[in-house]
């Protein structure tokens, strides 16, 4: 098998992936997965559509992490894996879109207007 590679994105973060053949090793930006995302949450995000498949001991994954941060990166990191699995096996959609793991998240931090100190938030109103 060659390698395979997809990108993903969410809020600020892109993850660029390359799978191939192996025996389940995740690097993100040259670390452990464990090293980069302490927290097992994180880790548990970014292994989901392959537990789902029950390919975990598989493919050696190779990641690409910028900007962004923990939670946008390991949404990003899901959505890359899930588009590299897709192209690895196509038959596979079905399961990966069931749960959710497809689709883009939009949701992206709305800009800051003129004249206002957030987006939305307005200064204090004073009648005099």
Do not use: W
Request: avoid cysteine; proline fraction near 6%; charge should be positive.
């Amino acid at each position: 098998m060659e390698v395979v590679n997809a990108i993903g994105r969410r809020k600020a973060a892109i993850a660029r992936v390359y799978v191939s053949e192996g025996n389940g090793k995740i690097t993100v930006n040259r670390r452990e997965l464990s090293d980069y995302f302490p927290s097992p949450i994180l880790q548990f995000v970014v292994k989901q559509p392959l537990s789902l498949l029950n390919v975990d001991g598989q493919y050696d994954i190779k990641v690409n992490l910028v900007g962004g941060g923990f939670k946008g990166q390991s949404e990003a990191a899901r959505l890359a894996i899930t588009r590299a699995l897709i192209k690895i096996n196509p038959e596979s959609k079905p399961a990966l879109k069931a749960e959710g793991f497809v689709t883009r998240d939009p949701r992206a931090v709305e800009r800051k207007k003129p004249g206002r100190p957030k987006a939305r938030k307005r200064f204090q109103f004073s009648k005099r």
